[in-house]
């Protein structure tokens, strides 16, 4: 699977139980450590425009289970600017994003 996944759990004051679910959820599938380095979800703030910025959860493709249990959308591989790792190693970086800077 390479398509990767996304999903908007809203005005960033109120995603806390969302991502909190998501880490849980996280845990239990891949375990604290040990899973590859391709196996992340990333989190960015957006705003649009907007007063209230949002948060959009990115799924690399190899959490693929998880993103369909929690009703992802696929979209294209998000740019690396102004993500954040929300799980995963450090390594996702370079493993997911081998030809950008910044993070890495």
Known sequence: MTAWFTKNLGDAML???ALEQLRELFGQTYGLNGYA????LFTRHESEGRLHCEVNVYFSPAT???????????????IPTDLGLFMGSE??????FPHQR???
Request: include cysteine.
């Open 91 to 96: 390594a996702a970086w370079p493993a997911l």
């Open 102 to 104: 910044g993070k890495l």
């Open 64 to 78: 693929f289970s998880i993103a369909t249990v929690v009703n992802a959308t696929p979209c294209r591989k998000p």
């Open 37 to 40: 380095d391709d196996t992340a």
């Open 15 to 17: 995603a806390h139980p």
